[in-house]
């Protein structure tokens, strides 16, 4: 990811992220259809019938001083606090960026869990932003046919603008806009700095 945008400078291009935020990432999750990708995906027929015992009929009880309460039928799709979570998340969004990808073929995806990053080259500002607008239009698409929602609040655009020379037109304007949804944002130059690359010095904030 932060290769290419070293490597878009020597073509005199500009690089430009998207970091979309999954709402709700496990509760969002849909048994049947997990189960249906694992399927799919001719995952081993043991592990899915474990997977859909898991998420279907998981139950808790407390003991206190040995005392055993009523067990109760745990209502959250996936559960949380173990390594399984995050490996079943990412089965079920794994046709997210292949899917974007087959419409936007100059954009790259990055997937971290719940969050999702597009990373696009361009000649000039508008190019960039037209791609990221259409990746960010497609994610929501895709979105929407699985139950996933993406919080526009916690959204962020991020910029590589290179200095070197007299490259002032490397310079992503601040001013561009970005659509998400049915919201708008701008490129926020702090975000390179959370990434460990804020003291490059190619990189203008």
């Known amino acids: 990811m932060i290769d290419s945008a070293p490597a878009a400078w020597s073509y005199s291009h500009i690089t430009g992220m998207l970091l979309m935020d999954i709402k709700g990432t496990f509760p969002s999750v849909a048994t049947r259809r997990l189960v249906n990708m694992m399927n799919i995906r001719q995952m081993d027929c043991d592990l899915r019938q474990w997977t859909e015992s898991l998420l279907l009929e998981r139950t808790v009880e407390m003991i206190i001083k040995g005392h055993a309460m009523d067990r109760y039928i745990v209502g959250a799709v996936v559960p949380h606090g173990s390594p399984v979570p995050p490996i079943l998340f990412a089965i079920y969004t794994s046709g997210l960026i292949k899917c974007v990808k087959q419409y936007e073929?100059?954009?790259?995806?990055?997937s971290t869990l719940d969050h999702l990053g597009w990373v696009a080259?361009?000649?000039?500002?508008?190019?960039?932003?037209?791609?990221?607008d259409r990746c960010a239009a497609k994610c929501i698409k895709w979105g929407r046919t699985r139950g996933l929602q993406f919080d526009t609040a916690k959204t962020e655009a991020a910029p590589w603008p290179c200095t070197r020379g007299h490259r002032k037109h490397l310079r992503p304007n601040m001013i561009a806009i970005i659509k998400v949804g049915n919201g708008f944002l701008r490129f926020n130059t702090q975000v390179t700095r959370w990434l460990g690359v804020g003291m490059d010095a190619h990189l203008t904030f």
């Open 105 to 110: 073929s100059e954009a790259t995806g990055l």
């Open 121 to 132: 080259t361009g000649s000039n500002v508008n190019h960039v932003v037209s791609l990221l």
